[in-house]
């Protein structure tokens, strides 16, 4: 039987794609890219190959079908690098250096 909670619901990738604001097939990219650099990890011993921005594992599975609870997506999306999200903090904890923009005359 599914878990119910009301107050944090799940996500399939319909939910995702509407939280994140993406198309349908990139929320489907983001978790086969995810699930293929946590296999490599598991396969290698190399924690590495999994990387700070990959979505996180599935909360649940209807079948074969992921889900995740809101929460843990939007954990996940307010600290994940990449574009959109400047003022995600750093993975490391450090001051991001800035490089200034090159200016033509």
């Known amino acids: 039987m599914a878990p119910t909670n ?3 619901p ?3 990738y319909e939910g995702l794609a509407d ?3 993406i198309t349908l097939e990139s929320a ?3 978790n086969s890219r995810a ?3 946590r296999r490599k990890a598991a396969r290698t011993g190399d924690p590495n190959h999994v990387r700070p921005g990959d979505l996180p ?3 649940h599975y209807f079948g074969q079908s992921p889900a995740w609870r809101t929460s843990t997506i939007d954990k996940w999306n307010a600290v994940r690098p990449g574009r959109g999200n400047m003022l995600a903090p750093p993975p490391t904890g450090e001051i991001p250096k ?3 923009a090159l200016v033509s005359v």
Do not use: M, N, S
């Open 98 to 100: 800035v490089r200034p």
């Open 19 to 21: 939280r994140l604001g």
């Open 35 to 37: 699930l293929d650099h």
């Open 57 to 59: 594992e599935p909360d």
């Open 10 to 12: 799940l996500l399939d």
């Open 28 to 30: 489907r990219a983001y």
């Open 6 to 8: 009301y107050e944090d």
